[in-house]
């Protein structure tokens, strides 16, 4: 099946730096990612839609200014995490969508990438 | 608006033992798409099936089986004979057709099979 890999898995960063997330769709193309977040023990909520080539969608309540999100080619979408503080420490995981299964809805998780903030 | 509904937050059974996972799904797409996924304690989530709205066979995997009910807007998950390996969070999720890909996930329900 298709590949989509995070990097960081894991990142450990201090209160006000900036944290920058990848998530590379290794063979397939994809011109739609999206990027969850989940705090323990809870369940995964959609942050952003990432579209290739144009502007995030977020998604009601998150900061388009605090999270990142940049799509700039078909295979890399990043996330960064500005000015992270303590209460951004989650797993933050993408998904994509491959383009040529457009309509199976067929959907491809990265690991995961787990950030704490000191 | 789409919403999956996990009534059960935690499950404890000892192997062997049979288990089902309910899950519950609004929407008001005609065409849409339920997953179900594992998530063990190392975080990444496995894929275990997607159904779309047009098919409602029951769907079988070794000890896995799915039964898709649209009259009752569910898709539950069972698992037959369960192993300690089996322990888990597990979510279901739903996603619209067309071109909203958008992935609605329940709560979860945390097994944990007791040897």
């Known amino acids: 099946g298709a590949v989509v890999s995070q990097h960081p898995s894991w990142v450990i960063c201090k209160s006000g730096t900036s944290v920058k997330i990848e998530c590379r769709s290794l063979?397939?193309?994809?011109?739609?990612m999206f990027w969850y977040r989940q705090f323990p023990k809870q369940s995964l909520m959609l942050m952003a839609t990432?579209?290739?080539?144009?502007?995030?969608?977020?998604e009601q309540g998150v900061e388009k200014d605090k999270f990142l999100i940049n799509h700039a080619s078909l295979t890399l979408s990043t996330l960064t995490v500005t000015s992270a503080h303590p209460e951004d420490s989650s797993f933050y995981i993408c998904?994509?969508?491959?383009?040529?299964?457009?309509?199976?809805?067929?959907?491809?998780f990265g690991e995961g990438s787990r950030l704490t903030v000191l | 608006a789409q919403k999956v509904t996990q009534a059960q937050t935690e499950i404890s059974v000892v192997e062997k033992e049979d288990v089902t996972l309910d899950c519950v799904y609004e929407?008001?797409?005609?065409?849409?798409?339920l997953f179900w996924y594992k998530q063990p304690p190392s975080g990444e989530l496995v894929f275990l099936i997607r159904?779309?709205?047009?098919?409602?066979q029951n769907e079988i995997s070794g000890r896995y089986s799915w039964n898709f009910q649209k009259s009752t807007s569910s898709f539950n998950f069972t698992i037959t004979a369960s192993q300690v390996v089996d322990s888990a969070v597990y979510f279901c999720?739903?996603?619209?057709?067309?071109?909203?890909?958008?992935?609605?996930f329940g709560k979860g329900t945390l097994l944990t099979v007791n040897p």
């Open positions: 063979d397939f193309q994809a011109t739609t």
């Open positions: 990432s579209n290739e080539g144009s502007k995030a969608t977020y």
């Open positions: 929407t008001r797409d005609t065409t849409y798409y």
């Open positions: 998904s994509a969508r491959d383009l040529a299964l457009a309509n199976t809805g067929e959907l491809f």
């Open positions: 159904r779309n709205s047009f098919d409602e």
């Open positions: 999720a739903l996603s619209g057709g067309g071109s909203n890909y958008k992935l609605t």
